[in-house]
């Protein structure tokens, strides 16, 4: 085979390799949640979060209007991993239960994170993470919207950047409002394993435990049949062969 040969596969989920973001929103009681999430692009000062309409904290962001969004480091795999498998959410969604999440009330004292108030916001930044923005909502956006059962499972929320806090040690020498990118370690996503910019996985992940087919219902819908929608055949008859 030549080394520029491709072939077709249909992965169920498309997780290329994004920061992992913590996303902290409040609670009907005043309470705050957290989730992690790694579907997430900035462009200026707004920023696109991709989430799972079921989840707690897009239905909280959207009734307050408010997140904050604080990066972990690639040190903090492991505060990640202690959040994966749970849901603010009570009672637990079906679909959530299939992939063994359970409810947690404070995610705060499961990850073992602090929190710090904000400027502009109600929800609470994370002290741990080395970056925090504060946001508000300016629109949303309904993912798969062309496909009749599919239609508000998934929605992209935008939001504006209000303020940004990053510990002074990222900061590069001599310009006020700029990051240096050779002490900042983010930790980035990858098919739901966690890496870094070093060399090779920077934790096992708990999130890597759930079979990523579980999410092909995602990728599809059963009553409106587009191209390419059986392409997850494709190599499984090819290897079959
Ligand atoms: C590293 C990581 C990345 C994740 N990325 C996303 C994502 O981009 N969008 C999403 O909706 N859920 C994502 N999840 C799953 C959510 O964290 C999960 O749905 C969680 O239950 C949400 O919590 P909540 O229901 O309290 O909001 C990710 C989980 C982990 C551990």
């Given at each position: 085979m030549s080394s520029t040969e491709h072939t077709i596969i249909s992965p169920a989920i498309m997780y290329w390799g994004t920061p992992v973001v913590l996303v902290t929103s409040e609670n009907e009681d005043g309470t705050s949640n957290i989730a992690p999430i790694s579907s997430a692009w900035w462009l200026g000062h707004s920023c696109v979060l991709g989430f799972g309409a079921e989840s707690k904290t897009p239905q909280n962001i959207l009734r307050t209007k408010q997140c904050v969004l604080n990066l972990p480091s690639d040190a903090m795999g492991d505060h990640v991993n202690k959040l994966a498998d749970t849901t603010g959410s009570d009672p637990v969604s079906a679909s959530k239960t299939s992939r063994n999440y359970r409810f947690v009330k404070d995610k705060w004292a499961r990850a073992g994170l602090h929190p710090q108030p904000s400027s502009f916001v109600a929800p609470q930044r994370i002290a741990e993470c080395p970056v925090q923005m504060e946001c508000q909502v300016t629109a949303v956006h309904e993912l798969m919207g062309d496909l009749p059962d599919r239609r508000g499972l998934l929605i992209a929320i935008e939001v504006r950047v209000l303020r940004t806090h990053v510990l002074q040690s990222l900061r590069m020498e001599g310009?006020?409002?700029?990051?240096?990118p050779d002490k900042w370690r983010p930790l980035f996503m990858s098919f739901q394993q966690f890496y870094g910019?070093?060399?090779?996985?920077v934790a096992s992940s708990v999130?890597?435990?759930?079979?990523?087919?579980?999410?092909?219902?995602?990728?599809?819908?059963d009553v409106k049949k587009l191209p390419?929608?059986?392409?997850?055949q494709i190599a499984v008859a090819e290897d079959r062969a």
């Open positions: 310009y006020p409002n700029r990051v240096d910019f070093r060399d090779g996985k999130l890597g435990r759930i079979n990523e087919e579980q999410y092909r219902a995602f990728t599809k819908s390419g929608d059986d392409d997850d």
